[in-house]
């Protein structure tokens, strides 16, 4: 019964360049959220999906920082053009019903360095 | 109107002792209160949640105090062992059906054997 899966766990990048987070949500899930984890604060919550649809999207930045979740394979979380603030960890979690009447899974989390 | 305070930021305790963690929080839309332990490179995992509709929750060495009128809850660790040391997030879920947690800013906990 595998949990949330994020890959990478580890992604290098150089200022300019792109990072793709993936993440697959718990077997039966079909809610996901992104959350954003700078170094010694909490999380901050970027994105909600369900399959094929963007439902909040709030806490994403205006500029560069886009994420998906298609019909089919992972929710993807795309950063064009990094810049150093960027380095973070991010975090997927998955609900099996969304809203506040279920518990929130979380992965591991994917760890972005932008030199 | 979103945020969720908590303190301390850190904390230290004997073996054995009572670890207290505080949360604060102003958006009376949140009806769902969950804490979250995270361990160092691990995600955040679900510890224990509560309601508004209950003043207390305990699960194992583990209970929520919740003051409504306050707007106030706090984690309660019974017995801490060196094991529970982690970070602890406090949350908040507003009803707009979205799911989004709020979360506070995070209390490393060290417990000393």
């Known amino acids: 019964n595998a949990g949330v899966m994020q890959n990478p766990r580890h992604l290098v990048r150089r200022r300019g360049q792109e990072a793709r987070l993936r993440c697959s949500p718990m077997k039966g899930h079909s809610h996901v959220y992104w959350y954003r984890q700078l170094p010694e604060e909490g999380l901050k919550f970027m994105v909600y999906l369900q399959k094929e649809n963007i439902i909040d999207e709030s806490g994403m930045p205006k500029e560069r920082f886009s994420a998906e979740f298609p019909k089919e394979g992972p929710s993807i979380l795309r950063i064009q053009q990094v810049v150093r603030g960027d380095s973070a960890a991010y975090f997927c979690?998955?609900?099996?019903?969304?809203?506040?009447?279920?518990?929130?899974?979380f992965g591991e989390g994917s760890r972005l360095t932008v030199l | 109107q979103q945020q969720v305070k908590q303190s301390p930021q850190s904390l230290i305790v004997q073996k054995g002792g009572i670890s207290i963690i505080n949360c604060a929080y102003e958006n009376t839309a949140f009806d769902y209160f969950p804490w979250y332990q995270q361990f160092p490179g691990k995600g955040p995992a679900l510890l224990i949640a509560i309601r508004p509709d209950v003043s207390e929750k305990k699960e194992g060495r583990f209970t929520i105090s919740f003051n409504k009128s306050a707007k106030q809850f706090s984690l309660h660790i019974m017995d801490s062992q060196p094991g529970d040391s982690a970070t602890y997030f406090c949350?908040?879920?507003?009803?707009?059906?979205?799911?989004?947690?709020?979360f506070g800013q995070g209390t490393t906990l060290q417990v000393k054997p």
């Open positions: 979690a998955s609900s099996l019903t969304g809203g506040n009447t279920g518990e929130l899974f």
């Open positions: 949350a908040a879920m507003d009803s707009s059906n979205t799911g989004k947690l709020i």
